[in-house]
């Protein structure tokens, strides 16, 4: 077993952490993003990776100096979504392995799985990496393919990497910090995953509806109709039950079903500003919306 160091900031990064312990590693140090504001008012609260550590009665910092000034210094750091830049001081002075969430060299970066999903990959992975100073770029200790099964969410298909991942950082660390398999050079094509943007995220109707139901797995896709946000949270493609409409412009509604780019797209669950999720067509029931309305951001 070994005598580590986490680095980490967000809920994902949570369960790699349990797993270790669970494994019988001992975690000298939590290091995370310092407390901000997260919601409405001047209270801050602490990062979910720090708010689990402190519940565990595991130390935590916001100072990447107190890692390397830890007597004894940890023998390994393990990095899973940390979100902050590690200096080669820092790298020198305790060596570190990194948990991502993809096949690299495929979508190194902050947005992996996202990426994933925008291009229509079929399948993506789990990688334990060597951290260095290059984005990304480290030598590849282990790695586990995961299929994207056709439809799904962010969410779901996270969880399961995250599930994976933790059994495979469990798997390599096995033999503790001393004993790590040889790592492989990185292969192929890179491939980088920038973080998503907030326009990203918001439909453009005139876009393929293979493009428009990407989206929409982000789990934060929405529209606008009246003026009024509208967040779609499930949507299907439906040429069956909702033929495209002649000479109908991208994101025009007719009952549940919108106009793309190259088809319809069917809206099953929606929530409204200010509202909670429902089925579409309670929504449509509700707020009376006639039928030919334009939605948001559709571009001739």
């Given at each position: 077993m070994a005598r580590l160091a986490y680095l980490g900031t967000p809920e994902l990064s949570v369960p790699p952490l349990v797993a270790?312990?669970?494994a019988g590693h001992e975690v000298d140090l939590v290091v995370t993003g310092p407390d901000r504001r997260r919601g409405r008012g001047s209270a801050t609260s602490p990062s979910p990776l720090k708010a689990a550590a402190l519940?565990?009665?595991?130390?935590?910092?916001?100072?990447?100096?107190?890692?390397t000034a830890a007597d004894p210094?940890?023998?390994l750091g393990v990095v899973v979504a940390f979100g902050r830049l590690i200096r080669p001081a820092v790298l020198h002075a305790v060596p570190m392995v990194n948990l991502h969430f993809s096949l690299l060299p495929r979508w190194r970066g902050a947005a992996p799985v996202e990426r994933a999903i925008l291009a229509g990959d079929a399948t993506t992975?789990?990688?334990?990496m060597a951290v260095e100073e290059g984005l990304d770029t480290g030598a590849v200790y282990a790695r586990a393919e995961v299929d994207i099964a056709p439809g799904e969410h962010l969410g779901p298909l996270r969880d399961r990497l995250v599930a994976r991942g933790c059994e495979l950082l469990v798997e390599v660390l096995a033999g503790g910090a001393a004993r790590l398999p040889a790592p492989a050079p990185q292969e192929g094509e890179a491939t980088y995953a920038k973080k998503i943007e907030a326009g990203?995220?918001?439909?453009?109707w005139s876009r393929p509806t293979d493009d428009v139901l990407a989206?929409?797995?982000?789990?934060?896709a929405h529209t606008s109709v009246g003026g009024r946000?509208?967040?779609v949270l499930r949507a299907s493609a439906d040429l069956v039950a909702?033929?495209?409409?002649?000479g109908a412009a991208p994101g025009t509604l007719s009952a549940d079903a919108v106009e793309t780019g190259d088809g319809v797209v069917r809206l099953e669950i929606v929530q409204p500003e200010g509202g909670r999720p429902m089925a579409a067509r309670d929504w449509l029931r509700g707020s009376r919306i006639a039928d030919g309305v334009r939605l948001g951001s559709a571009r001739p």
């Open positions: 270790l312990l669970d519940a565990l009665g595991l130390r935590t910092t916001s100072d990447m100096a107190d890692l210094r940890p023998e992975g789990v990688c334990v990203e995220l918001e439909i453009d989206v929409v797995r982000l789990d934060r946000r509208l967040r909702h033929p495209p409409v002649a």
